[in-house]
């Protein structure tokens, strides 16, 4: 139940990142919702290979990179889907950021809902 409330409400929060920012665009709900798996497979299987193979920068930059990791997520979530657009990575950047803080209210709202006793 917490799996499917949260997909909805991350696609939620995909109409919202295009709603406030005019670099993401999404099509309709149902492209919202493909486009919160695909980000959310992305990260789940990609993400973690990327910030093993640029750990060395990761350090230099004193973890910033994993913004940019973030932002190529989101951007490749946008060029394999066709109701998910990002203008560029400035775009993707600014987007995933959004997108993420907004993925953490979502957590911290359902973590309250779904408290484990």
Do not use: C
Request: proline content about 2%; charged content about 5%.
């Amino acid at each position: 139940m917490k799996i499917l409330l949260k997909w909805l409400l991350s696609a939620a929060a995909l109409l919202l990142v295009a709603y406030l920012y005019s670099g993401v665009q999404v099509d309709s709900f149902t492209s919202a919702l493909i486009a919160a798996l695909v980000i959310g497979l992305f990260n789940a299987v990609l993400r973690p290979v990327l910030v093993v193979l640029t750990l060395p920068v990761t350090i230099v930059t004193v973890g910033l990179f994993l913004f940019v990791i973030n932002a190529l997520m989101f951007w490749a979530a946008a060029g394999v889907l066709g109701g998910f657009h990002v203008t560029g990575f400035g775009a993707a950047l600014l987007g995933s950021l959004i997108y993420s803080v907004l993925g953490l209210l979502i957590e911290s709202a359902l973590g309250g809902l779904f408290l484990q006793k």
